[in-house]
């Protein structure tokens, strides 16, 4: 079974940035959606981005398009989310989520996702 691992998760004052990992484990990456989900306190678990499994494939939420940016190194079985320009609302567990599937496929929507991560806190605050 895919296992996952976030980390880089911390305090940020609002405008910076902030990197996140998701290391995988138990399968390589290279046929795997991946995708990074947050969920905010009294919130629903809300979707943030997702890459494709090859084609170089990405999507954002509105709430996050321009600021940040996910990428994959498929080598280091890694998939990576930049957050740059943060704001408090911006605030969550941010966690990573992944499903073996075509090469074009992307998708936003937790319930596509059979593989998560156990989360990280991003806190964005002066």
């Known amino acids: 079974q895919l296992q996952l691992v976030e980390s880089g998760g911390g305090l940020v004052q609002p405008g910076g940035s902030l990197r996140l990992s998701c290391a995988a484990s138990g399968f390589t990456l290279d046929y795997y959606a991946i995708a990074w989900f947050r969920q905010a306190p009294g919130k629903e678990r809300e979707g943030v981005s997702c890459?494709?499994?090859?084609?170089?494939?990405?999507s954002y939420a509105d709430s996050v398009n321009g600021r940040f940016t996910i990428s994959r190194d498929n080598a280091k079985n890694t998939v990576y989310l930049q957050m740059n320009s943060l704001k408090p609302e911006d605030t969550a567990v941010y966690y990573c989520?992944?499903?073996?599937?075509?090469?074009?496929?992307?998708?936003?929507?937790?319930?596509?996702?059979?593989?998560w991560g156990q989360g990280t806190q991003v806190t964005v605050s002066s």
């Open positions: 890459i494709s499994p090859s084609a170089g494939r990405t």
């Open positions: 989520a992944g499903r073996r599937a075509y090469s074009r496929y992307l998708s936003l929507l937790a319930a596509s996702y059979d593989n």
